[in-house]
Nanobody, 115 residues
Framework: QVQLVESGGGLVQAGGSLRLSCAASGSIWGINVMGWYRQAPGEERELVATITSSISTYYADSVKGRFTISRDNVKNTVYLQMNSLKPEDTAVYYC?????????WGKGTLVTVSS
């Protein structure tokens, strides 16, 4: 089983930027999808962005044009660059790895955007 460790969360003012990182322990081989999800207080977890092992990306409409997902396959790390942050982006952000029907999750990192 792969362990995923997120970092980079914190408190930022509206309009600011943060960069989240998620490092995967062990080797990630084969076809896989890494992604970021978020869960705001009282809300369900929602998809933010994904990136495949072939570097195809997907973004939720709410973050298109503001967030950029990328990955380093040598370092087994996925990143989420978040710009023009809004208070409604406040949530715990979780890293996810999908491969061959198996989901691995990180423990999450808190992002708080003040107005």
């Amino acid at each position: 089983q792969v362990q995923l460790v997120e970092s980079g969360g914190g408190l930022v003012q509206a309009g600011g930027s943060l960069r989240l990182s998620c490092a995967a322990s062990g080797s990630i081989w084969g076809i896989n999808v890494m992604g970021w999800y978020r869960q705001a207080p009282g809300e369900e977890r929602e998809l933010v962005a994904t990136i495949t092992s072939s570097i195809s990306t997907y973004y939720a409409d709410s973050v298109k044009g503001r967030f950029t997902i990328s990955r380093d396959n040598v370092k087994n790390t996925v990143y989420l660059q978040m710009n023009s942050l809004k208070p409604e982006d406040t949530a715990v952000y979780y890293c996810n790895l999908k491969r061959y029907g198996v989901d691995d999750w990180g423990k999450g990192t808190l992002v708080t955007v003040s107005s």
